[in-house]
């Protein structure tokens, strides 16, 4: 049993990384959230998955560490209370009671269990197979990132407007905890996400923020709650 068990991990990964390459040259990108903690035993295959799309030019892969972990022994230098918030957020929303790590949110409205690579598969082919509502895009002018987007077509009502940076990769040798012993390799590490304002839709989107330092950055559009996402650009 045990190496039919093997064979299936390695037949699933192999699967996964293909499915990903004919999946990533479409565009627009899809927003993939990843809620992890260094503290989770569970997590560690999730981060290695999102460690994967982050490759990916058709996805935004983003890691928001949650801070509810932190008190069983070692305490994550990534989490922020803002992500568990976040987390809630979305939970409220899809009406769930509870909120758990690893968890991938995909979109904006797709829950999924961030260790299970078919599953996130099948929700990114979902997502990209929808025609986009609208034109974004993100650019570097200075210290400043210059938004530019068409109306949404159909309108979508209010929409938020954030600036997403993040750290691309860093590496952390884990002492306690769960995964005591451990060193972990993580990616696109979110260190900030600033709501920018609201959007009606109604007429072109164009909008100057100052973005100092060299810190990669998002642009997502997406409606309120939080809500789905109607679209994400990099900033370039």
Known sequence: MALKSGMKKLL???FFCAALTGAAAAEPPVVVELYTSQGCSSCPPADEILARLAKKPGVIAL???VDYWDYIGWKDAFARP??????KAYA??????????????IGGIDHVVGARPMDVVDLLGIH???PPVMQLT?????????????PPVPAQGALLVQLV???PEQ??????????GLTMSYANIVRDWQVLGEWDGSAALEMRVAAPGEAPAVVIVQKPGPGAIVAAARVK
């Open 92 to 105: 409220a929303k899809a009406g769930a009671r509870t909120i758990y790590t690893p968890q991938m949110v």
């Open 138 to 150: 993100a650019r570097r002018v200075g210290e400043d990132v210059q938004i530019d987007g068409t």
């Open 82 to 87: 803002e992500h568990t918030k976040r987390q």
């Open 63 to 65: 890691a928001l560490h």
């Open 165 to 167: 940076r993040y750290a």
């Open 12 to 14: 699933g990964a192999a």
């Open 128 to 130: 990209k197979a929808r």
């Open 171 to 180: 590496t952390v040798a884990i002492e306690r905890g769960e995964n005591a």
